[in-house]
Nanobody, 122 residues
Framework: QVQLVESGGGLVQAGGSLRLSCAAS????????MGWFRQAPGKEREFVAD????????YYADSVKDRFTISRDNAKNTVYLQMNSLKPEDTAVYYC???????????????WGQGTQVTVSS
């Protein structure tokens, strides 16, 4: 089992920045890929970004490319999502997730955090 706890969400004006963190505990010895997903009210959960265990491979949704950056610190069992140039349409609950395989769909992830709310005002 892997437990994931997100933090860093909040309210920010359009154009602003936030950095989300996701701390992992439990069976962190395995080489998990980590992903960020988000879900806005009335919408399905969507892929945002993910990163391989080594950190070498990273992938982004087109909607966040060039604005968001995913990174990880394996010594701290933590993954980050730096979000810049935020837009009102980025408003959602953001979830981190862990998987033994680097996939870009929610169904491919085994463990999930509780989520952190990000609200971007116009």
């Amino acid at each position: 089992q892997v437990q994931l706890v997100e933090s860093g969400g909040g309210l920010v004006q359009a154009g602003g920045s936030l950095r989300l963190s996701c701390a992992a505990s439990g069976r962190t010895k395995s080489n998990y890929a980590m992903g960020w997903f988000r879900q806005a009210p009335g919408k399905e959960r969507e892929f945002v970004a993910d990163i391989s265990w080594s950190g070498i491979m990273v992938y982004y949704a087109d909607s966040v490319k060039d604005r968001f950056t995913i990174s990880r610190d394996n010594a701290k069992n933590t993954v980050y999502l730096q979000m810049n140039s935020l837009k009102p349409e980025d408003t959602a609950v953001y979830y981190c997730a862990a998987s033994l395989v680097l996939v870009h769909t929610a169904g491919g992830y085994d463990y999930w955090g509780q989520g952190t709310q990000v609200t971007v005002s116009s």
